[in-house]
């Protein structure tokens, strides 16, 4: 069975590896970056920018493909699948009218209060920086301030975080409009839920949904959570599929919101096949949806897809053929610490081009798992680009274990100009998380 697979990020390596690891695959591949681990396990592979579609349509037929899987949104916004099954071939992934879950804010959000879906926030769109403001004032000024479309999930601004007062969150919402940040002039103002936020992803043939364990994400640039936010700088999740500060009701009340929106999508006439992804604030009255995904989180996929003990191909079969009720789970009740290496300057301007040394067989030793990000490796040199340059995971029983494991590994990377939050996955980074749980509570 032939494979192509879309992106050259760590997520892309994570699933490239859940890929070969799968029985009689071949894997073909399509990135913009020269990604040395999705390199060696591919067949054959293509340097290409990830939205040129035409390009990745007729290198699927060249190669016979049977199933297309893509990483990252742009190629979904842009209808990969769509042209991908025009050409007669199955993609595990959403057509562009599903991927609107992600791409188009305003359409989501309108679609959870269509089908009265639990865990909405107060929300409105605003073309009018005047009308903007008044509504920011009617929520007492804490919002969080959205651009409608993509920005690499850079674009969202929360009060108290990223501003203090109505003035510096109205010169936001103008320059949102007025540049038309995310595709539109057009911003979307959220009420802001205070709590804390996990990940939650599961596999979708549109009908069913199989839940995988939860993830907490540290999306801050800066250690303790501070600085502005980036696509993730690392993450964790524990062996009973859980969070420190997650219930089990807490995490099935966040798959039933998933699997809600997988119906409501049905019944838009889009069903929604492959991966999904809920981002939610867990707060004293449960978890709040924050934002859907359309396909895996990067990093989250790192710690869960490693875990899968299924055939991954199997399940991706399942997905496309909607029998997905007749699997069953397998994930291996380990905790995971993941963290990214990235570029100085990452969130703000990246040096780009920078040495990275990586001794591959001494991180193996140590037990944790290496996926290469953003980079480019020529003459055996790994060098950064604009974005995240590579990641490490380290898995063990308990989550301690995990974090040290990580940390051994992180030893056997080097460069001048590298930067990595060694806080995540720490007890001391867990214990905050908790306590501001209990804080809220006892509030
Ligand atoms: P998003 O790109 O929508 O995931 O937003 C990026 C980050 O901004 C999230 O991970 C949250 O930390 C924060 N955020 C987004 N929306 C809200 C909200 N309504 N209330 C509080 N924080 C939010
Ligand atoms: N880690 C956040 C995302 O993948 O959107």
């Known amino acids: 069975m032939n494979i192509l697979l879309v992106g050259g990020g760590a997520r892309e390596h994570a699933i490239c590896e859940a890929i070969y690891r799968s029985k009689d695959v071949e894997i073909y591949s399509v990135m913009s970056n020269l990604n040395p681990g999705i390199k060696k396990l591919s067949k054959e592979f293509i340097q290409e920018n990830e939205k040129n579609i035409e390009k990745i349509v007729d290198y699927a037929k060249l190669k016979e493909i049977d199933i297309v899987l893509v990483g990252p949104e742009a190629p979904l916004e842009l209808g990969i699948v769509n042209e991908i099954n025009k050409a007669g071939i199955n993609a595990c992934c959403p057509t562009k009218e599903a991927a609107r879950i992600e791409t188009d804010k305003d359409w989501m959000r309108n679609l959870l209060k269509k089908y009265k879906i639990p865990g909405q926030l107060k929300f409105k769109t605003f073309s009018d920086e005047k009308k903007a403001r008044k509504y920011m004032e009617d929520l007492n000024g804490d919002v969080a301030i959205k651009p409608i479309g993509l920005t690499g999930g850079k674009g969202v601004r929360v009060s108290g975080d990223h501003f203090n007062d109505i003035n510096e969150a109205s010169k936001y919402v103008k320059e949102v409009i007025d540049n038309k940040i995310g595709g539109k002039a057009k911003v979307l103002i959220e009420e802001k839920a205070i709590g804390e936020e996990f990940t939650l992803q599961a596999f979708s043939d549109g009908i069913t949904i199989l839940p995988l364990p939860a993830v907490q994400d540290h999306k801050r640039l800066l250690p303790e959570d501070k600085g502005p936010n980036t696509g993730g700088m690392g993450s964790y999740s524990c062996e009973n599929g859980l969070l420190p500060f997650l219930s089990k009701s807490d995490y099935e009340e966040g798959a039933a919101i998933l699997q809600k929106i997988v119906e409501s999508l049905n019944r838009e006439g889009c069903k929604y096949v492959g991966p999904i992804y809920g981002q939610f604030m867990l707060t004293v009255d449960g978890p709040k949806i924050i934002e859907i995904n359309a396909r895996f989180g990067d990093p989250e996929a790192m710690n869960v897809i490693p875990l899968l003990e299924n055939d991954f191909i199997d399940i991706c ?28 300057g990452y969130g703000f301007k990246s040096m780009i081009g920078e040495k990275i040394f990586v001794d591959e067989d001494a991180i193996k030793s140590t037990g944790s798992i290496l996926f290469y990000a953003s980079v480019n490796k020529d003459d055996d040199l790994v060098k950064t680009t604009s974005s995240r340059s590579l990641a490490v995971v380290g898995i063990s029983d308990k989550i301690d274990d995990a974090e040290k494991i990580c940390e051994d590994a992180l030893r056997h990377i080097n460069g001048d100009h590298i930067f990595i939050r060694h806080d995540i996955g720490t007890q001391e980074l867990i214990d905050k998380r908790i306590k501001h749980m209990i804080e809220l509570r006892g509030m």
């Open 317 to 344: 079969k399942a997905m496309i053929n909607g029998n997905l009720d007749t699997k069953k789970l397998k994930i291996k009740k380990k905790s995971t610490v993941c963290k990214y290496i990235v570029p100085e």
